[in-house]
């Protein structure tokens, strides 16, 4: 039952995080795209806020083990905001300019994504190793797993709420 609270929780706020644009078409033929936006601090906030909500339940620390992992995990959520705001200002170009992306552009923003992929792995990696030298393999352990979770659900959330690069909505046909 947690598991599916939880679970429903995320999706919500994996939802909210996309903004998806509004598409209006006038009478005759060509639709006419609105340009979306994406308040990316409050969705910061949100992700930051859920994501501890996620470790604070899914922990089940000892009454010893909390304070060293709760040290370890401020250190871990400032560096890990860093890597969130760089998301969300790839997701931002992204949204805003998606149809009119050129090669150049493109390959930009998917290079930022693998670096973006590759930096989250190594900071997890990283918090995994602290937190598993200073409380134990098992807290590490469930740590690695709990984050990679939260991180796998949101971009899968993400992912699916976005258009491919350079695909405009198709036209509506004529009847």
Partial sequence: ???????LLLGALLCAATAAGSIAAEPATAPVVVQPTVDTEVIRFAITAERRKVFERGMSLTESEKEAFWDLYAGFEKERNALDKRMMRVLQDFVGRNVA??????L????????LERDGEALRTSHFERIAAAVSGRVGARFYQLDDLITSAFKVGMLGQLPLIGNAPAPRPDR
Avoid: V
């Fill in 108 to 115: 930009a923003l998917t290079r930022e994504a693998i670096a």
């Fill in 101 to 106: 992306l050129d090669d150049r552009e493109s």
């Fill in 1 to 7: 039952m947690i598991r599916r609270k939880r679970s």
